[in-house]
């Protein structure tokens, strides 16, 4: 028996398989491309490859995409899964967690293991991982340059928040001549403090801070993060796939369940 | 009165009353009646029926016009203002159209500024509503109900006598009683029927222009309701869901939605399409009827009012009356005085009573309509 999650984001789509032990066997990113169908297809292409019968397997899907797998047996949202990945990934059953993701940023209240609150942003894309992307593109770098960049800037500041003024904001500090590390830590900083606002929207508890999402690898977004929350952030490489894992568990749990009865 | 209909036949009737209405509203003007049209709560209804008068809601609920309301209006404005200067400026509701006067009040920085612009091509009668609730307050609030009555007596040619205002009141007060009986089936746990349901119920009876038939309508349906409920009819247990916050109809119906695809139920609204309109009773044996009409209409817990205990009061008690487990508070975009106030409502709901809350800032469009549901169906999960 295997318990597969899969996680549709807007970016990226990420896929885990636990085997009875919860122990992590699989795990697989793709980008999602322009359809989330055609992805779930070649998610399942890729998991039979790789002997995972789904005949044998219960499925959770979650991310934007989750309704597109048509193979799952079950859609959870990704408040949900990126609680229980990130107590499995941290071993963490109290505490926050910020997942950046490309199109949403939601900060997550765990207590006992379980989602106690959450927030997310609203329809605009600032302090996302789009923002940073589009950021990123008007300066010719790919997202992870620019955040090794900003590490050594300072000095500039964006004020709008709104991704298209925003962008042009960076457009005209090309013009003038800035330098791109300043460019970048001003992207940077535009990007934290509107996650660290939104997390300010959540009342404060015990219990670590943890980076989830695409951005959680980026040690110079977890250092000033850590810095304007006050605390320190910890992240793991496998925070990238903390949704598909917390899918993955689902699934356990659902199996286990079904099995009871 | 017997409901011969099956419910969701009753239900779906009431989704399309607004609609409906609209031929109704012209039959009325051609019979000679008068129609008074509102945008608010805080709108004392009895004057208007006393002079006579039919009264017709006119917040306008979708964003075909926003628009057009655009030319004239900042874009940074809540939806629920723009849309109906949209409607009423581009003559597209026929509520609007056929309205004698309009009646605004004093109540929120963006609707007060937009009845100047509305006045240039519609006869508004703009009441000072107070953002006080104390005793200088009613004071305002009292002679402003009088000047329109007297304005009302002045259009209409009519008298508004003391009798006929108590009788209003007394229908009135009927209406909202019955409103109450009805909602309140929504108490029994498991609910007997969808929250949605009820909600078209609640919403369409306010476009009923016939008053004096909606208690024994709406008991009926309440009876219909509990018979059902006690022969084994009813939902699925289900996290019950109290929704709060700024008005709902039309486009915001997703939130409602959004629960009920998800998981939930809404067991009550506290809201100015439920319970903050049917809530509290005018004193009919009051001595002075004007007085007892201004105290009613000032109490209503709007978050205009600063500070609105009000609210908190009615929320409490809903909270503990319907069993609610989970609170979901809808603004609107740019509304300033509730999104300002879902702090304290938040605090209110998480620390006082000890249960979630969530609240969501959404408009008239339909694209958010995806992260709706996200967001709502995570906070059911967490239930
Ligand atoms: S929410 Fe307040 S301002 Fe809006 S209709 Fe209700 S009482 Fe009036
Ligand atoms: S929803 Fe808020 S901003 Fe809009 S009209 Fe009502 S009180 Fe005013």
């Known amino acids: ?261 | 009165m017997e409901i011969i209909k099956d419910l969701p036949e009753v239900f779906q009737e009431f989704a399309e009353q607004r609609r409906n209405s609209f031929l109704a509203v012209k039959k009325i003007k051609e019979e000679g009646i008068p129609v008074v049209g509102a945008y608010c709560t805080y709108f004392p209804q009895e004057i208007a029926m006393a002079a006579g008068a039919a009264t017709v809601g006119l917040c306008s609920t979708s964003d075909e016009t926003i628009g057009e309301a655009e030319k004239d209006l900042p874009r940074n404005l809540c939806p629920l203002i723009k849309s109906s200067y949209g409607f009423a400026k581009t003559d597209k509701c026929p509520f609007f159209y056929f309205s004698d006067v309009v009646v605004g009040e004093t109540t929120c920085d963006g609707k007060k500024k937009m009845y100047e612009y509305m006045s240039e091509f519609k006869d508004v009668f703009l009441m000072e509503l107070p953002n006080t609730q104390g005793e200088e307050a009613l004071k305002l609030w009292k002679s402003e109900v009088i000047r329109f009555k007297e304005y009302l007596e002045e259009k209409f040619q009519t008298e508004i006598t003391e009798e006929k205002l108590r009788e209003a009141v007394k229908l009135q007060n009927a209406v909202r009683r019955s409103m109450k009986s009805l909602y309140q089936v929504m108490k029994h746990d498991p609910a007997p029927v969808k929250g949605y349901d009820l909600f078209k119920v609640l919403y369409g009876s306010t476009f009923k222009f016939n008053k004096e038939v909606i208690p024994a309508e709406m008991e009926a349906i309440a009876k219909k309701i509990e018979e059902e409920y006690a022969a084994g009819k009813m939902e699925e247990k289900r996290p019950r869901i109290l929704i709060t916050g700024c008005p709902i109809g039309g486009a915001t119906e997703k939130v409602i939605a959004a629960v009920e695809d998800n998981g939930g139920i809404v067991t009550a609204f506290e809201n100015c399409t439920g319970a903050k309109t049917y809530d509290r009773l005018v004193d009919e044996d009051a001595e002075d009827i004007y007085q007892a009409i201004a105290e009613r209409y000032l109490s209503v817990g709007c978050s205009v009012m600063a500070p609105n205990p009000n609210r908190f009061e009615l929320l409490g008690r809903m909270i503990e009356e319907y069993k609610i487990d989970g609170v979901v508070e809808m603004t609107l975009s740019a509304c300033h005085t509730y999104n300002l106030e879902t702090r304290k409502v938040r605090k209110f709901v998480t620390e006082e009573k000890h249960i979630p809350y969530m609240s969501v800032e959404t408009d008239y469009s339909r694209e958010d309509i995806g992260q709706l549901n996200t967001r709502i169906a995570a906070f059911l999960e967490m239930l």
């Open chain 1, 1 to 261: 028996m295997y318990f597969t999650g899969i996680d549709i984001g807007s970016t990226c789509a990420k896929l885990a398989v636990m085997d009875e032990e919860k122990r992590l066997i699989l795990k697989h990113v793709q980008p999602t491309g322009w359809s989330s169908v055609d992805t779930a297809a070649s998610i399942y292409d890729r998991m039979k490859s790789r002997g995972i019968d789904l005949e044998e397997s219960v499925c959770v899907a979650t991310g934007y995409g989750r309704i597109s797998v048509p193979y799952a047996d079950k859609t959870v949202t990704e408040i949900t899964c990126h609680g229980k990945g990130a107590v499995w990934i941290h071993d963490c059953k109290t505490g926050m967690v910020i997942d950046i993701g490309g199109q949403d940023t939601k900060v997550i209240r765990l207590e006992n293991g379980q989602v106690k609150d959450f927030v997310m942003n609203d329809k605009c894309s600032a302090g996302t991982g789009r923002f940073l992307e589009v950021m990123a593109n008007s300066m010719a770098l790919s997202p992870d340059q620019l955040c090794a960049l900003a590490a050594s800037g300072g000095g500039v500041t964006i004020s709008s928040m709104c991704t298209v003024f925003a962008e042009s904001e960076v457009i005209s500090l090309i013009g003038r001549g800035e330098k791109r590390e300043n460019i970048a830590y001003a992207v940077a900083e535009s990007i934290v403090n509107k996650v660290v606002s939104l997390a300010s929207r959540l009342s404060t508890g015990e219990g670590p801070v943890c980076l989830t999402g695409g951005l959680c690898e980026c040690d110079y977004i977890r250092k000033i993060l850590g810095e304007k929350l006050r605390c320190g952030v910890i992240a793991s490489p496998e925070g990238r796939y903390a949704g598909a894992i917390g899918a993955a568990l689902t699934a356990a749990e659902y199996g286990m369940r079904k099995r009871g009865k």
